[in-house]
């Protein structure tokens, strides 16, 4: 069972910068779409950012784009997202998501459709 780990959350100020990690585990398949969801309490979970598993396709949310960046080491089977210019709206839960890319290209995006699931990485940015 493929099981996502992340890490690199914590308390930033405003402006600040974080690079928050998700290392896939126990992968069973060679070909991942992934992707950044957060949720911030009483809020439903929305997407950040997703990836294609050879990395030429990348989405983001509006509210991100600009600021943030998703990347991937695929030798270290590690999903990155760099955050910038953090603001106290990204504050959030995010969750690492993975889904089998079984045609190539052929992504869930930023909709909510992953199979697999992190526990999350709690972000907190104070004014």
């Known amino acids: 069972e493929v099981q996502l780990v992340e890490s690199g959350g914590g308390s930033v100020q405003s402006g600040g910068s974080l690079t928050l990690s998700c290392e896939v585990q126990?992968?069973?398949?060679?070909?991942?779409?992934m992707a950044w969801f957060r949720q911030a309490p009483g809020k439903e979970r929305e997407a950040v950012a997703s990836?294609?598993?050879?990395?030429?396709?990348?989405d983001y949310a509006e509210f991100v784009q600009g600021r943030f960046t998703i990347s991937q080491d695929n030798a270290k089977k590690t999903l990155y997202l760099q955050m910038s210019s953090l603001k106290p709206e990204d504050t959030a839960m995010y969750f690492c998501a993975a889904d089998e890319e079984f045609i190539t290209n052929v992504c869930p995006g930023l909709r909510d459709k992953y199979t697999h699931w992190g526990r999350g990485t709690q972000v907190t940015v104070s004014s």
């Open positions: 990836i294609t598993s050879n990395g030429r396709t990348t």
């Open positions: 126990y992968a069973t398949y060679n070909f991942y779409c």
